[in-house]
Antibody, heavy 116, light 107 residues
Framework: QEQLVESGGGVVQPGGSLRLSCGAS????????MHWVRQAPGKGLEWVAV????????YYGDSVRGRFTISRDNSKKTVYLQMNSLRADDTAVYYC?????????WGKGTTVTVSS | DIQMTQSPSSVSASVGDTVTITCRAS??????LAWYQQKPGKAPSLLIY???HVEDGVPSRFSGSGYGTKFTLTISSLQPEDFATYYC?????????FGQGTKVEIK
């Protein structure tokens, strides 16, 4: 069964940092690009970042570029999202998702709250 | 960045109705267009990829069409479990972008 499980969410002060993790199981992890997508409370979906299957390329959304870093460890079947300089508008549920031309497997999400 | 605009933002419909949602891209995305369904408190799930290809396990009442800048998602014979929010998303260029969502509500 293909599965993604996010962890690492929590409450952090503005300007702080947090690292999210997403563990994969049930599929050949090193064959797929992996994404992070977020959803602020009551809002729509926002694509955050992608890392290619081999970790050699990354792309970011405009609102997080320069502050967030996506990476992966294929030996651990895990993708990460390092979030620095966090702001109140980064408050959201963060989902990881698998995909090449669309996102066909999603985790249940982890909640990040940026508040003083 | 490519902007995705969905219409309508919400629609009220009854069980058995046919619902059509439109998604327009600010520039051509050829067929690199996906549709997702999201229910409250749940992660999104993929319905359609490549504009018209139905994901495995998705009921045949869901269909997608379009090319370039205009796309549609059609739900035929709406079922109670179809009341949800639907998003389109382009995958031709990074950053990937979503439409703002269309909420399908019970009339």
């Amino acid at each position: 069964q293909e599965q993604l499980v996010e962890s690492g969410g929590g409450v952090v002060q503005p300007g702080g940092s947090l690292r999210l993790s997403c563990g994969a199981s049930g599929f050949s992890f090193n064959s797929y690009g992996m994404h992070w997508v977020r959803q602020a409370p009551g809002k729509g979906l926002e694509w955050v970042a992608v890392v290619w299957y081999d970790g050699k390329k990354q792309y970011y959304g405009d609102s997080v570029r320069g502050r967030f870093t996506i990476s992966r460890d294929n030996s651990k079947k895990t993708v990460y999202l390092q979030m620095n300089s966090l702001r109140a508008d980064d408050t959201a549920v963060y989902y990881c998702a698998r995909g090449q031309t669309s996102m066909d497997v999603w985790g249940k999400g982890t909640t990040v709250t940026v508040s003083s | 960045d490519i902007q995705m605009t969905q219409s309508p933002s919400s629609v009220s419909a009854s069980v058995g109705d046919t619902v059509t949602i439109t998604c327009r891209a600010s520039q051509g995305v050829t067929s690199w267009l996906a549709w997702y369904q999201q229910k409250p408190g749940k992660a999104p799930s993929l319905l359609i990829y490549g504009s018209s290809h139905v994901e495995d396990g998705v009921p045949s009442r869901f269909s997608g069409s379009g090319y370039g800048t205009k796309f549609t998602l059609t739900i035929s014979s709406l079922q109670p479990e179809d009341f949800a929010t639907y998003y389109c998303q382009q995958a031709i260029d990074y950053p990937w972008t979503f439409g703002q969502g269309t909420k399908v509500e019970i009339k």
